[in-house]
């Protein structure tokens, strides 16, 4: 089984050096405006920079979750994919909020679509797995007989 | 092995599903009471709906990990339940919370025994794995005996 | 599969616990402190301890999912022992921080070297796996052969 998720653990851990990069990006900011901690309020420049790195934190856990259920119910090259372009929209929008908040808006939005994806995979993998379980209908493979057949 | 898990992997997605709806909400509360990002302070009706949506990302990434430790090495039917309890309790907290600081502390402190019970089923899972495991030993099947034999 | 990861659930546990007992320090100093919520600002003493537990939930989503991967492709004794040695640095690093900001630095930087170490390990089991599974070579078990045969 630990086969088949290679890929989303190859993701899972480019993204976690993702956070670490952002982390450090912080740092670099406090040091840059002399926000020292426990202050988390400064000049707007070191403010965007801290909020960034707070939201990508908050989503973190999130976007793992909702990784690994698409790439365990649905399909680890599906969620592998989605996972990279999430990562980038991501370093797009870490990039672009530390310029101006204005240049937040476009990758953050592209990033919301990835994630979108990734609940809409899920959920279909989840539903046909319940699917088979409970009913013994495998409505993804009747689905793409349609097309492939 | 993925069967015996799809009912928490259906619970995780709901929970996914429910911090996409405390982000908008937060987004909504910017735009009403003219908050824009980086900022994070404003009226105290701004601050309870951001500190009601921080609170519960915050504890999303413990509840996700305890749900699937305990589906995992407990119950997975007992663990959707709960998972499905605190999800609830999270919702009426954060209805609780947008309306006055007071409105939180009742369903907080449900959610919380909702996530006490699951850290105790987990803990009860992993220590009968364990058991079983290095001592040869299966005590919760040796105590349903005690009951339904 | 769950009794090769019977201990790193084990770590999960003890993980989610400390971060309950963090939790609980914020309440009581928000009591001693007279800081009630939504505020989130107050005297230095409280500031640091609400920044403590902020940070250890930042990193705990990060830390879970590193554990896991480590212990999953790579060895789940080595990723219990450092997740062990992980959280046994977060408490120092509260405690430290507690008291004073400069006292988080050595326990911060303790913490933070074994993450990039189950990171490493990480890596090194997912990358063994994908060789394992791509190009048919195990180079980590070549690599113990080295020294062992």
Chains 1, 2, 3 share one sequence.
Do not use: H
């Amino acid at each position: 089984m630990l086969d088949e998720v290679v890929c989303v653990a190859a993701v899972t851990i480019l993204g976690v050096l993702e956070q670490a990069y952002f982390s450090l990006q912080v740092i670099y900011a406090r040091r840059k405006y002399s926000v020292s901690p426990p202050c988390t309020t400064g000049p707007p420049e070191f403010e965007r920079v801290f909020r960034a790195q707070a939201n990508c934190s908050e989503y973190f856990p999130i976007f793992i979750t909702i990784l690994w259920v698409s790439g365990l119910f649905f399909s680890s090259a599906a969620a592998s994919v989605c996972g990279l372009l999430y990562l980038y929209g991501r370093y797009l929008y870490f990039q672009g909020y530390s310029a101006s908040a204005q240049g937040r808006l476009a990758p953050l939005y592209f990033s919301a679509k990835v994630l979108w994806l990734l609940i809409g995979l899920s959920a279909l993998g989840v539903l046909n797995s319940m699917g088979q379980l409970y009913l013994g209908l495998d409505f993804l493979q009747q689905l793409s007989g349609l097309f492939f057949d």
